[in-house]
Antibody, heavy 121, light 107 residues
Framework: EVQLVESGGHLVQPGGSLRLSCAAS????????MTWVRQAPGKGLEWVAN????????YYVDSVKGRFTISRDNAKSSLYLQMNSLRAEDTAVYYC??????????????WGQGTLVTVSS | DIQMTQSPSTLSASVGDSVTITCRAS??????LAWYQQKPGKAPKLLIY???NLESGVPSRFSGSASGTEFTLTISSLQPDDFATYYC?????????FGQGTKLEIK
């Protein structure tokens, strides 16, 4: 059974940093593009970042470019999101998800349960 | 960026009804369109991919269609479990965008 379990979310002050993790099991992580999607409280879904199977390609939504870094460790079956210079508008539940196929041009079929990041003083 | 305009934002219906949700893309997306269902406090669930393909395990009362840059999700014979929020998503390029969501409520 495919499982994605996020962790690392908590309350952080504006300007602070946080590293989210996503532990994958039940499938071979190294075969898939992976993604982070966030959802602010009471709002819709927003794609955040993508990473290729081998980590050689990464893409970000404009609002997090230069502040967030997506990475992965296939040997540890883990995906990460390093978030720096956090702002109040980064407050959201962050989900990791797998891309359905073997391409960046695909939708997201398996999702974790999410981890809440709150940026507030 | 490709904008996805989803309507309506809220929809009230009864068990057994058939409903349609629409999503319009700001430019051609070659049917790279997915639909998700999300319940409160839960992760989204993939329902439809490539505009009209039913994800494995999703009931056949869900269907998707496309006409140019306009896409529809139809749920026939609504069941109690279907009351949720629905999102469309384009994946025509790396910068995926979602519609604003449609909350399907019980009338």
């Amino acid at each position: 059974e495919v499982q994605l379990v996020e962790s690392g979310g908590h309350l952080v002050q504006p300007g602070g940093s946080l590293r989210l993790s996503c532990a994958a099991s039940g499938f071979t992580l190294s075969r898939y593009w992976m993604t982070w999607v966030r959802q602010a409280p009471g709002k819709g879904l927003e794609w955040v970042a993508n990473i290729k199977e081998d980590g050689t390609e990464k893409y970000y939504v404009d609002s997090v470019k230069g502040r967030f870094t997506i990475s992965r460790d296939n040997a540890k079956s883990s995906l990460y999101l390093q978030m720096n210079s956090l702002r109040a508008e980064d407050t959201a539940v962050y989900y990791c998800a797998t891309l359905r196929g073997y391409s960046a041009y695909d939708c997201f079929d398996y999702w974790g349960q999410g981890t809440l990041v709150t940026v507030s003083s | 960026d490709i904008q996805m305009t989803q309507s309506p934002s809220t929809l009230s219906a009864s068990v057994g009804d058939s409903v349609t949700i629409t999503c319009r893309a700001s430019q051609t997306i070659s049917n790279y369109l997915a639909w998700y269902q999300q319940k409160p406090g839960k992760a989204p669930k993939l329902l439809i991919y490539k505009a009209s393909n039913l994800e494995s395990g999703v009931p056949s009362r869900f269907s998707g269609s496309a006409s140019g840059t306009e896409f529809t999700l139809t749920i026939s014979s609504l069941q109690p479990d279907d009351f949720a929020t629905y999102y469309c998503q384009q994946y025509h390029n790396y910068f995926y965008t979602f519609g604003q969501g449609t909350k399907l409520e019980i009338k």
